[in-house]
């Protein structure tokens, strides 16, 4: 029987600290946006909750760098609301119970995020948290009890609430610092524990994520893009003290891996796909892989009036922290084009018009696996550096049955045609070393904040109002996966 997959390959599944974790408030963590960010659905938005500068509760539709709290206002938690990040899945107290489960699955690594704030909870205090580097450390000798190696995200989405708050977030250049020091002082408590790192989950995001909005004033470009240069200088920065801590760190960028195609044939259409590549992909990848920005970079900022701030030393910096492996999540193709249509599709950080040889998930996700080969030898000609694929799912309902089990074919097909098109582009030429599906537990949606968008293999008992057991349960897709990560063969995959 041939082997789809290299020996060695790293087969696994992903969450984020702030996804899954939960104990929002306990051994000294501080807050970060979700605690602050209510459930939505796929027709709602999440809230930001604050209280404004005359004490008067109040909430703005959005989250992250979207959420503009009035002038004066405080992010504050509230007792009317329900946040579901600050149970999620209670990994926190959970994560032996996971972990083994994962082992069962197979796995060989297992993609997590360290949360920032229970690190330095306010992000640039002065001593680490003792509580937070001892839950960390236990998270991985766990995984290393099973032989698991862990892949560890510094930063998903969740910088510490304090930094927002007083210094504005990332387009102030001090994150930059206050981040290096965190990265220093992870890498020195697990360089022994832990070989892969990502410096910044999905960092283009920050950039694509503008397109969904139609016209968007300057200023957020300007935001956008300063943003950018300050957590592109993080990661190089971290990098180059990472390597001189443990030479054998091997780091990672991590993409938002939306694979764009030509609304129709028009050249105009082609060119203006061209373009989105450049600007939503290779943008951040050709910085954090080659080390310096692309040729069309200058075309970008003129197009939004940005001036960006480059300190000197800044181009040098970035030549001198460079990734090792290219990793990237995927879900969905996007179709742009420059004629009018009212048939409008969004999905994850991107928008575009519907593709009409594709079917859509239930939260209008276009599902296709012939999209990522398509990214990985798109991506993997540009670079030639190894590749992963750090998170691929479905958001899905699912239903238990009486007797308990979850019968999710549509997870596993969803599964099996991804995991056939990673095979394809191996065989084409590409250096894929590892697959990570994303919430391989069910964990709270990052887009909608709700439970019942479920992606794991793992069922987990806990609703969109927090009630639940959080008992976990396995489903068929957990049985499924048990078997290809076992054999590695076709004949797994067709089963
Ligand atoms: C990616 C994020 O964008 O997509 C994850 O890295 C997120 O944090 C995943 O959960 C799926 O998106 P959603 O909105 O369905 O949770």
Redesign the pocket.
């Known amino acids: 029987m041939t082997k789809v997959f290299p020996d060695g390959f790293l087969w696994g599944g992903a969450i984020?600290a702030n996804?899954a974790e939960g104990a929002y408030n306990e051994d000294g963590r501080g807050l970060v946006q979700t605690d602050v960010t209510t459930g939505g659905t796929v027709d709602s938005p999440r809230y930001t909750t604050f209280i404004d500068k005359d004490g008067k509760p109040g909430k703005v539709g959005g989250m992250g760098h979207t959420a503009k709290i009035p002038e004066g206002a405080k992010f504050a938690v509230l007792d009317d609301y329900y946040y579901p990040n600050h149970k999620a899945v209670d990994f926190y107290h959970r994560y032996k119970e996971d972990i083994k489960l994962f082992a069962e699955m197979g796995y060989s690594v297992f993609r997590l995020s360290i949360s920032w704030a229970r690190i330095f909870p306010n992000g640039y205090d002065e001593k680490p948290n003792q509580a937070g580097l001892d839950f960390y450390r236990s998270v991985f000798e766990e995984c290393r009890k099973y032989n698991i190696e862990p892949l560890v995200s510094i930063w998903?989405?969740d910088t510490p609430l304090t930094l927002e708050q007083e210094l504005g977030c990332w387009a102030n250049r001090k994150l930059v610092d206050y981040y290096v020091r965190y990265c220093q002082v992870i890498f020195e408590e697990y360089k022994d524990l832990v070989k892969y790192w990502l410096t910044f989950?999905?960092i283009n995001?920050t950039i694509m994520f503008l397109d969904m909005f139609g016209e968007v004033p300057q200023e957020a470009y300007q935001e956008a893009y300063q943003t950018l240069h300050h957590q592109f200088l993080a990661s190089a920065k971290a990098i180059k003290i990472g390597r001189q801590i443990n030479p054998n760190f091997q780091f990672g960028n991590m993409i938002?891996g939306i694979t764009f195609y030509p609304g129709t044939c028009d050249p105009a259409d082609v060119l203006l796909n061209e373009h989105k590549w450049q600007q939503n992909i290779f943008y951040c990848s050709d910085v954090q892989a080659k080390g310096r920005y692309g040729s069309y970079a200058k075309r970008l900022w003129d197009e939004h009036g940005v001036v960006l701030d480059i300190e000197d030393g800044d181009l040098e910096a970035l030549r001198e922290g460079t990734i090792d492996i290219y990793t990237f999540?995927y879900?969905m193709t996007n179709n742009v084009t420059t004629h009018d249509s009212d048939d409008l599709v969004a999905g994850?950080?991107s928008a575009g018009v519907r593709n009409p040889y594709l079917t859509y998930s239930d939260?209008g996700w276009a599902l296709d696996p012939t999209g990522l080969q398509y990214f990985l030898e798109k991506i993997y000609d540009r670079y030639e550096l190894p590749m992963m694929v750090v998170?691929n799912?479905l958001?899905a309902f699912d239903t238990v049955e009486e007797d308990g089990s979850i019968h999710d074919d549509y997870r596993i097909d969803y599964h099996r045609q991804h995991i056939k098109a990673m095979a394809q582009a191996i065989a084409n030429g590409v250096d894929l070393i590892a697959y990570t599906t994303?919430?391989c537990i069910d964990?709270?949606?990052?887009?909608?904040g709700e439970m019942r968008?479920r992606?794991g293999f793992i069922y987990v008992d806990m609703d969109d109002q927090g009630q639940g057991t959080l008992e976990r349960r396995p489903k068929d897709s957990f049985y499924w996966y048990q078997k290809v990560l076992a054999s590695n063969e076709q004949s797994a995959l067709e089963e």
């Open positions: 984020a996804q998903h989405f989950n999905e995001n938002c999540s879900y994850n950080f939260w998170e799912g958001g994303w919430g964990i709270v949606s990052a887009g909608t968008k992606y």
